[in-house]
């Protein structure tokens, strides 16, 4: 049930999702992230989503980018999906609060560059 998607799509999703779960912890501690299972349970959805994402990505384009840790990403997801009954909520926080940004910010300047290459085409 594959859309003809072009990976540029796939960078968009991991912006949009990153951004979504920025701002459900946004104003939060780990204990109150914990606390709310609806929250946590969006956030590890959109981590699910990110994963699956960035699974899309060409190799030569993460080679491109090799600053942001794919393969991490993509086991994030894994373990999200497989590993469900281990989950550490506090790390799910961590990784939002202190990993995200910097994702966002790597695949934003990604959706950037391809822009400006489909401009001058």
Not at 102 to 109: F, G, I, Q, T, W
């Amino acid at each position: 049930m594959r859309s003809g998607r072009e990976y540029a799509d796939y960078l968009g999703d991991i912006a949009e999702y990153a951004y979504r779960a920025e701002m459900l912890v946004a104003g939060t501690d780990p204990t109150d992230f914990q606390a709310d299972s609806t929250v946590s349970l969006a956030v590890v959805r959109c981590l699910e989503i990110i994963g699956e994402a960035a699974r899309h990505i060409p190799a030569h384009v993460r080679h491109r980018y090799s600053d942001v840790p794919w393969h991490k990403v993509v086991a994030m997801r894994n373990l999200l999906a497989h590993e469900y009954f281990g989950i550490d909520l506090e790390v799910i926080w961590r990784t939002v609060k202190e990993d995200l940004p910097a994702l966002r910010e790597v695949v934003s300047r990604m959706i950037g560059a391809l822009d400006a290459t489909r401009e001058s085409e």
